[in-house]
């Protein structure tokens, strides 16, 4: 399995407080992604990086903030939790020779009360 | 942007019956394509993918799938499933966009197989 380790894996916190997921890679990896998994919605995107400092986003980021400021570790900030945005969420990693060919962490299960 | 639909969105067989999941997306460029398996519990793992070439395609575990372009398709097949391939599984599209690759998911097909 690809190094890829998320924390923490569950999570409960209050509507309005502030949360941080963290994933950590040790493939030395370019992309990295943040998905969020719901029943019925698959897999949706919320923010992706292609390298350092650089960020994008995805379809679903309203209400999430991301930062990489190394290669390793990708960071995903709800600044004000809400309620839907319970949910398990995904770090993905891609190098650039197999482009798109995603590898995952485990997941981070988080619950907003 | 790229969207990718899957039409089954669950699935129930028996054991040793034979399995086809579609998937169909748009996009009119150069995609690669990818099917994933979260089996209960658990993270995505990669099932096979497809970048260029034969468009018939195995992966682990005696999956298969096809690409055909005309169709703007990538179905997964398996001749004769088993109760462990109870699955989500997920069809995935990517396409270059200004040197990064953004995947797209489709929403996923639960399968359930009985003994």
């Known amino acids: 399995d690809a190094g890829i380790t998320q924390s923490p894996r569950h999570k409960v916190t209050e509507t309005g407080t502030p949360v941080t997921l963290r994933c950590h890679q040790t493939?030395?990896?370019?992309?990295m992604y943040w998905y969020r998994q719901d029943p019925g919605h698959g897999l949706r995107l919320i923010h992706y990086s292609y390298g350092v400092k650089d960020t994008d986003k995805g379809e679903v980021s309203d209400g999430y903030s991301v930062s990489r400021s190394k290669t390793e570790d990708f960071l995903l900030t709800l600044e004000s939790a809400t309620s839907s945005q319970t949910s398990v969420y995904f770090c993905?990693?891609?190098?650039?020779?197999?482009?798109?060919?995603?590898?995952f962490g485990e997941g981070s299960r988080l619950t907003v009360l | 942007a790229q969207s990718v639909s899957q039409h089954n969105h669950h699935v129930i067989l028996s054991e040793a019956a034979s399995l086809e999941l579609g998937c169909n997306y748009s996009?009119?460029?150069?995609?690669?394509l990818f099917w994933y398996v979260q089996y209960p519990g658990q993270h995505l793992q990669l099932l096979l993918k497809y970048f260029s070439g034969d468009p018939l395609v195995k992966g682990i575990k005696g999956f298969e799938a096809e690409f055909i372009k005309s169709k703007f398709s990538f179905n997964l097949r398996k001749p004769s499933v088993q109760w462990s391939d109870t699955a989500e599984y997920f069809c995935?599209?990517?396409?270059?966009?200004?040197?990064?690759?953004?995947?797209?998911f489709g929403r996923g097909t639960s399968l359930i197989v009985h003994p």
């Open positions: 993905a990693i891609s190098g650039g020779t197999r482009a798109g060919e995603l590898f």
């Open positions: 995935a599209v990517t396409v270059s966009s200004g040197g990064s690759y953004i995947p797209t």
């Open positions: 996009y009119g460029g150069t995609v690669n």
């Open positions: 493939e030395n990896h370019r992309y």
